[in-house]
């Protein structure tokens, strides 16, 4: 063991905190509000949108996000009526590829997710709040996500973990997060062990603060006393 | 198109496809590589030995939150030193050079025994108690209890649960295209370098990766079917 060494590359690779949790919280931000709408698709009954919502989920849990990372990043700017669009500025630009490929995987899990919550939402409830008057968006709004979430939270806990670990992966598209500078340090000293243990440290510990706030929340909203 | 995916030297439709064999040949080593950490660790945390769970717990926390590509290059990058080390003790100085695969299989291996871990052992505490008693009361020693009785039922519950980690482990192994073995995701890098059609290759390779997914889905679930018959319990509902 090398303590010298851990001790240096620790402050080096800290430095790569603030990406990784950018990316994570952007991308896990976005991917919330699309995974609702996917959820919402899924249990439309409309078979236009509950179709290509049941596709877009299996597509993405079906294959690997390296590969959609790479689909985004290297597969669409193949295209010059993609170069040439508006959307160039943002697709040529691996932080952005990284984000929204984190999007979509996220979308698509936790609409799964919320999915199973809003199927939980019990029928007495809509009765009640169809009995008092509500609108249709208004019992959306104030009595089903509500619920949702919290019979979510649990799984949504595992999910934000999941994003964490899958963040590392756009150290690939030469992002310099955790996992890019811990590689980098690696290559240059081979001290794999060392170095994987400091990285390693790091996302422990971002986990157990992420699942130390999800305990948190499920003890304040109850979420064992369903 | 039919060009570019035409067998032979001149398109890339074979290397595809074995590049598609490889995928599936890591995923089914690791996977198996999986069940028996996963077995050995699942009886390490089922065990009253506070040691023995310490490690096992260590092991899952660690596999479960730290990302797997970390898992990967501490395995690339160290795996021949450790082999080494190992060999050294046992007298031999020679340099040792792992290949991809092997390691590529420890590597996934490792990942995604920490989730047979918990399925194995979910199931052996969804083996009901009596069948634990039935067995001491018909006087069977700790060894045949374990492989005549609970075992196969274990194998029965676990067996959903060992679908959800194939598909896990499927996915892992496009990360060991980072260290060189050439699986579907290499090989789509590889042909997309070439041919600057990366669109077309990445495309190919997703639908290969379905393709796998949907195969192993019709045989985990012609396996579970089979393996309920005459059981009207969750798992056969």
């Not at chain 2, 496009?174 to 042909?191: N, Y």
Request: aromatic letters at 12%; charged letters at 10%; proline letters at 3%.
């Amino acid at each position: 063991m090398r303590f010298e060494l851990m001790y240096e590359s620790f402050f080096k690779i800290i430095q790569g905190i603030p990406l990784t949790l950018q990316v994570v919280i952007i991308a896990t931000i976005l991917g919330f509000i699309l995974a609702i709408l996917v959820a919402l698709m899924r249990i439309s009954g409309r078979g236009i949108l509950s179709i290509p919502a049941y596709y877009f989920v299996y597509l993405i849990r079906g294959t690997p996000l390296l590969l959609q990372l790479y689909f985004v990043y290297y597969g669409l700017g193949q295209f010059s009526f993609i170069r040439e669009s508006f959307l160039w500025p943002i697709l040529r630009e691996p932080y952005w590829c990284g984000i929204i490929t984190l999007t979509i995987s996220t979308g698509a899990y936790s609409s799964e997710i919320i999915r199973g919550g809003i199927m939980s939402v019990s029928k007495g409830y809509l009765e009640a709040s169809n009995a008092l008057g509500m609108s249709k968006f208004m019992t959306f709004m104030k009595v089903t996500l509500p619920i949702t979430f919290r019979q979510a939270l649990p799984a949504y806990g595992n999910e934000l973990i999941l994003m964490v670990k899958a963040s590392s992966l756009i150290s690939i598209i030469t992002l310099m997060e955790i996992t890019g500078i811990a590689r980098t340090i690696i290559s240059k000293t081979y001290a794999p062990v060392e170095i994987f243990l400091v990285a390693g440290s790091i996302y422990l510990f971002i986990n157990f603060l992420i699942v130390m706030s999800v305990n948190f929340a499920e003890n304040r909203l109850g979420v064992k006393n369903i | 198109m039919t060009e570019l995916f035409s067998l032979g030297s001149q398109g890339w439709g074979d290397e595809m496809l074995r590049g598609a064999l490889m995928t599936v040949l890591v995923s089914a080593s690791s996977l198996i590589l999986g069940i028996v950490i996963g077995i050995i660790f699942a009886a390490c945390k089922l065990s009253n030995i506070f040691l023995l769970k310490l490690i096992a717990n260590i092991y899952t926390t660690i596999i479960r939150g730290i990302p797997e590509l970390l898992v990967i290059y501490l395995l690339f990058f160290g795996g021949s030193g450790a082999v080494m080390y190992v060999a050294k003790i046992f007298g031999y100085n020679g340099y040792i050079e792992l290949n991809a695969f092997t390691i590529g299989t420890i590597a996934v291996g490792a990942i995604s025994g920490a989730y047979s871990t918990e399925v194995i052992r979910g199931a052996v505490n969804a083996v009901p108690k009596g069948q634990f008693e039935a067995g001491k009361t018909l006087g069977l020693k700790p060894y045949p209890l374990n492989m005549m009785v609970i075992f196969p039922q274990v194998a029965r519950i676990a067996l959903p649960g060992i679908g959800n980690v194939w598909q896990i482990t499927l996915k892992d192994t496009a990360l060991i295209s980072v260290t060189g073995l050439v699986e579907i995701m290499r090989q789509s890098r590889i042909a997309a370098g070439s041919t600057h059609e990366p669109f077309i290759f990445y495309t190919a390779a997703i639908i290969l990766y379905l393709l796998i997914t949907r195969l192993s889905n019709i045989f985990f679930d012609k396996a579970e079917k089979k393996y309920s018959q005459g059981f009207v319990t969750r798992i056969a509902s």
